[in-house]
């Protein structure tokens, strides 16, 4: 019997604020584990994500709208004013710095402000023209490559956002494995977003240079007290959010939390899901956040670490 699928991509609120934070003086590299255009997925868009430390008030009143039988979308962007210009600024962020990227259709449960939002964010984005995006063997080729301009050890940073779990790509990925390793090596900061700390579970696996993968046995990113979604908000979201598939259940391979502990991690995580966790100031140059709600002081997190070399 097959398994239906969900499909996912990445939250675009958890990427803006820090292509905000620092489109005015550094040039960004696009990659994706295979080098194509990385997915949007349109619940990203959806307008509690947006409201960040004051997102648990936020989502519990817009579930509770959502749900209305008289649910009025005009009504609830009014209310929401300061929301809606926000992600006005981010959809901005995306033509200026990202280009032409694939959306994904709604889910039955996606909600009907957001649904409503999509024909706009598919027009504008669908006008853009495709940028390049590296695939991971080529940032790892290239910056081997005594011949090539191009080093990871110029980078101050890398930052990676989250979307929903599972984030196959993400997971025991010996390139991205061998991107992290490298970067670390190099003094890069690297920062992961609710969903993409599990890329750490990468780092038990590096790639040589004939191309061989073997695994790390002593990861030094295994000392970093890390933060992610949880169980319990995941699986909040699988029975009563967007990602819930009717009838239900709804289920994944397999939990963020649970992946990265397995993986020999220590992992905190909010027992208020939509509450806010940050968690750097490690010997790694590592900050981990728990969700879009963090974005804005990880952003600012990475400006003082890189403000600080």
């Known amino acids: ?21 620092f489109e005015g003086d550094y040039e960004f590299t696009l990659a994706t584990p295979d080098g194509a255009p990385p997915q949007i997925d349109i619940n990203g868009f959806s307008l ?11 989502y519990a009143s817009s579930v509770a709208a959502f ?11 009014r209310e929401h004013a300061d929301l809606v210009e926000r992600r006005e600024r981010e959809l901005q962020l995306l033509e200026r710095h990202l280009g032409w990227l694939p959306i994904t259709e709604p889910l039955p449960s996606t909600d009907a402000e957001v649904r409503a939002f ?64 490298t970067a670390r090596e190099n003094g890069v900061y690297i920062s992961l977003i609710c969903h993409a700390p599990i890329a750490l579970t990468s780092t038990n696996l590096r790639v040589n240079a004939d191309g061989a993968v073997y695994t790390v046995e002593d990861n030094v990113f295994a000392s970093a007290e890390i933060t992610t979604v949880g169980r319990e908000g995941e699986t909040g979201m699988l029975d009563q959010g967007y990602v819930h598939i009717p009838p239900g259940p709804t289920r994944l391979e397999y939990f963020v939390d649970e992946g990265l502990r397995e993986a020999g991690f220590t992992v905190t995580t909010a027992p208020i899901p939509t509450s806010l966790i ?13 969700g879009p709600q963090t974005v804005d002081i990880q952003a600012a997190d990475i400006r003082a670490a890189v403000d600080k070399t």
Do not use: C
């Not at 509690?48 to 008030?57: G, I």
């Not at 940050?278 to 728990?290: C, D, F, M, P, R």
């Open 1 to 21: 019997m097959s398994t239906p699928q969900i499909p996912i991509g990445f939250f675009h609120v958890e990427l803006a604020q820090v292509l905000a934070e």
């Open 48 to 58: 509690p994500w947006h409201a960040t430390d004051r997102m648990t008030e936020v």
């Open 67 to 77: 749900s209305a039988p008289d649910f009025d979308i005009d009504a609830y962007r």
């Open 118 to 181: 999509r024909p706009e964010v598919v027009r504008r984005v669908d006008a853009l023209a495709p940028r390049p995006y590296l695939s991971l063997s080529e940032l790892i080729g290239r910056h081997r490559d005594p011949s090539e301009p191009f080093s990871l050890a110029d980078f101050d940073f890398i930052h990676a956002p989250g979307g929903h779990a599972p984030m196959v790509d993400f997971h025991k990925n010996a390139w991205l494995g061998e991107v992290l390793h």
């Open 278 to 290: 940050l968690l750097s100031g490690n010997e790694i140059g590592l900050v981990t956040g728990n």
